[in-house]
């Protein structure tokens, strides 16, 4: 009787450390999923905030480029109107000189004719 109680006890102690067994695999795995959601919600996270760096620097070139496009053209709306300006006054001075030319030649012929 003393050698089936003891099987007894001895099958229900193996039966209870299954049991505990079972129950400390279930409780890290537990653990190790609750660690996989939270990393996977940080690697989510993660690429997110690496997207908008990606979209902040496209943002950031398209300006730069934006800005560089628009101070060549203000450089070269100047320097047409350096050009404009330079011609003008080239216009202005063979006016004058032409305008000078013909008042000597008629002091020439009023001298002439005297």
Known sequence: MKT???LVV??????????????????????????MIEQNKD??????????RAVDRSAEAAKKSLDANQDATKAQIDAQEKIDKAQIEA??????AQAEADKEKVDAAR???K
């Open 4 to 6: 089936i109680l003891a």
């Open 10 to 35: 001895t099958s229900l102690a193996i039966a209870g450390c299954s049991r505990e067994t079972d129950t400390t695999v279930t409780e890290p795995s537990g653990a190790s999923s609750k660690e």
């Open 43 to 52: 690697a989510r996270k993660e690429a997110l905030n690496e997207e908008k």
């Open 91 to 96: 216009e202005k001075k063979k006016t004058d």
């Open 111 to 113: 001298n002439a004719v």
